[in-house]
């Protein structure tokens, strides 16, 4: 093999070892490793991220306790409803919801809301209360 063949072969060998090390090392060690251009040799800064807007609701807090002792769902509802203008007490609620007797919370409130007994309603059922209660749809009152 001609001597200027071996060079070019070892060159290129150790160019694409060496270029292997540049990507392979830094990734293992850390996530600054990757803050650095390697062909213009400068380090720069990753795009920062848009943080979401936020907006704080105004929602009056209202109290489960103590008459819905496990009914804190219903006590949600409540205050989403006092915060999109329906007049709907939290006991309201809790006297209008369905309940399942046989603990099918996707149908109805497990247990009584009153006392230590109740437990959950589980969103299929909420639809449908919620579907069944307002005029507009559900997805309303999603909206701030």
Same mark, same amino acid.
């Given at each position: 093999?001609? $001597?200027? %063949?071996?060079?070019?072969?070892? @060159?290129? !060998?150790?160019? #694409? ?6 990507? &392979? ?29 936020? $907006?704080? %609701?105004?929602?009056?807090?209202? @109290?489960? !306790?103590?008459? #819905? ?6 006590? &949600? ?68």
């Amino acid at each position: 093999m001609p $001597k200027t %063949l071996k060079r070019f072969t070892f @060159s290129l !060998f150790f160019i #694409l070892v060496l270029s292997l090390l540049l990507v &392979a090392i830094p990734a293992q060690h850390s996530q600054a490793a990757f803050n650095f251009n390697w062909f213009t040799h400068k380090a720069y800064k990753p795009a920062k991220k848009k943080a979401p807007k936020r $907006k704080m %609701l105004d929602i009056t807090p209202i @109290s489960q !306790f103590p008459e #819905l002792p496990t009914g804190c769902e219903i006590t &949600a509802v409540a205050m989403l409803m006092d915060y999109k203008g329906v007049d709907l007490s939290k006991t309201d609620i809790a006297d209008e919801i369905p309940y399942s007797p046989d603990g099918d919370m996707e149908t109805g409130f497990w247990g009584n809301p009153y006392d230590d007994s109740g437990y959950t309603m589980y969103p299929p059922a909420w639809l449908i209360y919620l579907t069944n209660t307002l005029v507009a749809s559900p997805i309303y009152l999603a909206r701030p």
